[in-house]
Nanobody, 123 residues
Framework: QVQLVESGGGLAQAGGSLRLSCAAS????????MGWYRQAPEKQRELVAV???????NYADSVKGRFTISRDNAKNTVYLQMNSLNPEDTAVYYC?????????????????WGQGTQVPVPS
């Protein structure tokens, strides 16, 4: 079982910055995709930024130029640097990862979500 633990959320000022972290733990053989989603009140969860299986990055149009996703493969950790925050960024931010875990006998697909971290940006 692969678990994701997020940190770094909290109250942010409009125009300010925050950095989120997400660390994956467990018997991980490989991570194919890892990134960030968010869910604003009364809205559906949406992609924010993600590393794809090929190693490239995808960003939501609304965050391009303001948010940057990065990772430390040795630590199975992904980061989200959020700059120029605005009230529309207010949401619960979730980390997601998918790949292969090692059960000891065979490799198993996994897809995990973190517990979410709140990022309120008051107007």
């Amino acid at each position: 079982q692969v678990q994701l633990v997020e940190s770094g959320g909290g109250l942010a000022q409009a125009g300010g910055s925050l950095r989120l972290s997400c660390a994956a733990s467990g018997i991980i053989f490989s991570i194919n995709t890892m990134g960030w989603y968010r869910q604003a009140p009364e809205k559906q969860r949406e992609l924010v930024a993600v590393f794809t299986k090929g190693g490239s990055t995808n960003y939501a149009d609304s965050v391009k130029g303001r948010f940057t996703i990065s990772r430390d493969n040795a630590k199975n950790t992904v980061y989200l640097q959020m700059n120029s925050l605005n009230p529309e960024d207010t949401a619960v931010y979730y980390c997601h990862a998918a790949g292969l875990s090692d059960s000891g006998r065979r490799l198993l697909d996994f897809a995990s979500w973190g517990q979410g971290t709140q990022v309120p940006v008051p107007s």
